[in-house]
């Protein structure tokens, strides 16, 4: 089967070097790809929103199955666009409907579905530009911190969390007058902070029956003890240590089960990965947003630990018979430490040469923002490569990956030292 991916990151490279073990791939293009993704399969330079260039290029090369890896062309339609055309609709494409994809591309979407389908989140409620007082009057009847929200996709930067009220009257402002995230913020979600320990669970649906992947746990700041500013994800374990049987259990009744039931209730076609960040609150697991695709880096954990044939799990979900299919989960632990360009997640540089990828043997090294000039890898974005290594406990895999990041150079080079620092 010949199979196209969408996406240039190190999720899109964790799942091309999954599907690309299956005999069932014979041939996989990854558009726009990254210098990973060229060293395993045909990068074409597409870019992913642009569906008429992603229609011509699946009739051109007879592809079978398209695979969407970011979030953009979900929440932009890219299912409708296939599903309403008569030349490609045979095609299966593994990710939500656009009616789907706002539990991602809106807060406020996604919370009204939570609360509607009795899932348990925080308390919140949601303002415009004309509310904006109004929005400031409902910070004063909480506690700090103050959690706001931009509605809409803001590149995984558009939430704040503050301690000083004034100071989240002042942000409130900036977001919906001053359109401090663009369109993103035209509307801002405001929820009481929840205090526990994060972990994200991922699920597969067909949108009737579901299966569950490993958990994971990421870590979005860029310095070390989880200070500084947010990023699209430092490092990853899987599987989480404090998930026991317990909170899993908790996790699968009150909240995936309610999500699937949900979609089936509202009518919402839903074929692909359903991401749930989660807090565990003194035992019991809340809901803080929904993905409606992979996370990245914890995609780089959760697809080694898979056992299963990847492409037979999209073919299932494709013909919803997701029923059918059983999950292999390999036993051991696996992390993955990002290695980033000095600067990120604000200003950096690009187009550094990278050396020593060849020389690591313990590890699997996948590439996020990279690329090929002159047959050389350069950098070519703010998170770099992701480093994964297996274990018998985390810390095992921890330290291997350690091990070999040592061997890599680029200019201004930058990881975090303490990835698994709090479990």
Same mark, same amino acid.
């Given at each position: 089967?010949? /199979?196209? #991916?969408?996406?240039?990151?190190?999720?899109?490279?964790?799942?091309?070097?999954?599907? #690309?073990?299956? !005999?069932?791939?014979?041939?996989?293009?990854?558009? &726009?790809?990254?210098?990973?993704?060229?060293?395993?399969?045909?990068?074409?330079?597409?870019? !992913?929103?642009?569906?008429?260039?992603?229609?011509? @290029?699946?009739?051109?090369?007879?592809?079978?199955?398209?695979?969407?890896?970011?979030?953009? &062309?979900?929440?932009?339609?890219? %299912?409708?666009?296939?599903?309403?055309?008569?030349?490609?609709?045979?095609?299966?494409?593994?990710?939500?409907?656009?009616?789907?994809?706002?539990?991602?591309?809106?807060?406020?979407?996604?919370?009204?579905?939570?609360?509607?389908?009795?899932? !348990?989140?925080?308390?919140?409620?949601?303002?415009?530009?004309?509310?904006?007082?109004?929005?400031?009057?409902?910070?004063? =009847?909480?506690?700090?911190?103050?959690?706001?929200?931009?509605?809409?996709?803001?590149?995984?930067?558009?939430?704040?969390?503050?301690?000083?009220?004034?100071?989240?009257?002042?942000? #409130?402002?900036?977001?919906?007058?001053?359109?401090?995230?663009?369109?993103?913020?035209?509307?801002?979600?405001?929820?009481?902070?929840?205090?526990?320990?994060?972990?994200?669970?991922?699920?597969?649906?067909?949108?009737?029956?579901?299966?569950?992947?490993?958990?994971?746990?990421?870590?979005?700041?860029?310095?070390?003890?989880?200070?500084?500013?947010?990023?699209?994800?430092?490092?990853?374990?899987? !599987?989480?240590?404090?998930?026991?049987?317990?909170? @899993?259990?908790?996790?699968?009744?009150?909240?995936?089960? &309610? =999500?699937?039931?949900?979609?089936?209730?509202?009518?919402?076609?839903?074929?692909?990965? *359903?991401? /749930?960040?989660?807090?565990?609150?003194?035992?019991?697991?809340?809901?803080?947003? %929904?993905? *409606?695709?992979?996370?990245? &880096?914890? =995609?780089?954990?959760?697809?080694?630990?898979?056992?299963?044939?990847?492409?037979?799990?999209?073919?299932?979900?494709?013909?919803?018979?997701?029923?059918?299919?059983?999950?292999? /989960?390999?036993?051991?632990?696996?992390?993955?430490?990002?290695?980033?360009?000095?600067?990120?997640?604000?200003?950096?540089?690009?187009?550094?040469?990278?050396?020593?990828?060849?020389?690591?043997?313990?590890?699997?090294?996948?590439?996020?923002?990279?690329?090929?000039?002159?047959?050389?890898?350069?950098?070519?974005?703010?998170? *770099?490569?992701?480093?994964?290594?297996?274990?018998?406990?985390?810390?095992?895999?921890?330290?291997?990956?350690?091990?070999?990041?040592?061997?890599?150079?680029?200019?201004?080079? %930058?990881?975090?030292?303490?990835?698994?620092?709090?479990?």
């Amino acid at each position: 089967m010949t /199979i196209l #991916l969408l996406g240039s990151g190190g999720r899109e490279h964790a799942l091309a070097w999954k599907m #690309l073990q299956s !005999p069932k791939c014979t041939s996989l293009f990854v558009a &726009p790809g990254n210098a990973g993704t060229a060293s395993i399969a045909k990068n074409v330079s597409i870019n !992913p929103n642009d569906f008429e260039a992603v229609k011509k @290029l699946v009739l051109a090369e007879k592809i079978e199955m398209v695979v969407v890896g970011p979030e953009d &062309p979900l929440v932009n339609g890219i %299912y409708d666009f296939f599903k309403n055309d008569n030349e490609i609709n045979q095609i299966p494409v593994i990710g939500p409907s656009k009616l789907g994809a706002q539990l991602e591309g809106s807060k406020e979407f996604a919370k009204e579905f939570l609360v509607k389908h009795n899932i !348990p989140t925080a308390k919140y409620e949601s303002f415009t530009a004309q509310t904006v007082e109004k929005g400031c009057q409902f910070l004063e =009847t909480l506690k700090a911190p103050y959690v706001l929200k931009a509605d809409g996709l803001a590149a995984g930067k558009g939430v704040l969390i503050l301690q000083d009220l004034e100071e989240a009257k002042k942000e #409130l402002r900036s977001m919906l007058v001053d359109a401090k995230f663009g369109q993103a913020s035209s509307k801002v979600v405001i929820e009481e902070f929840l205090d526990g320990i994060e972990l994200s669970c991922f699920v597969l649906t067909d949108g009737k029956s579901y299966k569950i992947l490993p958990t994971a746990k990421d870590y979005k700041r860029i310095g070390e003890g989880d200070t500084g500013l947010n990023t699209g994800g430092m490092g990853a374990v899987s !599987p989480v240590p404090f998930a026991n049987k317990v909170l @899993l259990d908790k996790i699968e009744h009150s909240i995936v089960k &309610p =999500t699937i039931d949900g979609l089936q209730k509202d009518n919402i076609e839903y074929k692909g990965f *359903v991401f /749930i960040g989660l807090i565990n609150v003194n035992g019991e697991p809340m809901v803080i947003e %929904y993905n *409606v695709r992979m996370g990245d &880096p914890e =995609t780089e954990v959760v697809m080694p630990r898979l056992k299963s044939d990847l492409v037979t799990v999209f073919e299932a979900i494709g013909k919803q018979e997701l029923e059918t299919v059983t999950l292999e /989960i390999d036993e051991r632990s696996a992390t993955t430490i990002m290695v980033v360009s000095g600067g990120y997640p604000e200003d950096y540089e690009k187009g550094k040469e990278i050396t020593g990828i060849d020389a690591i043997t313990d590890s699997i090294v996948f590439h996020a923002g990279t690329k090929l000039e002159n047959e050389k890898v350069v950098t070519n974005g703010g998170r *770099v490569l992701a480093v994964t290594s297996y274990g018998n406990s985390f810390d095992e895999a921890i330290k291997k990956s350690y091990q070999s990041i040592a061997k890599l150079q680029f200019d201004k080079m %930058y990881y975090r030292k303490d990835i698994g620092f709090d479990l």
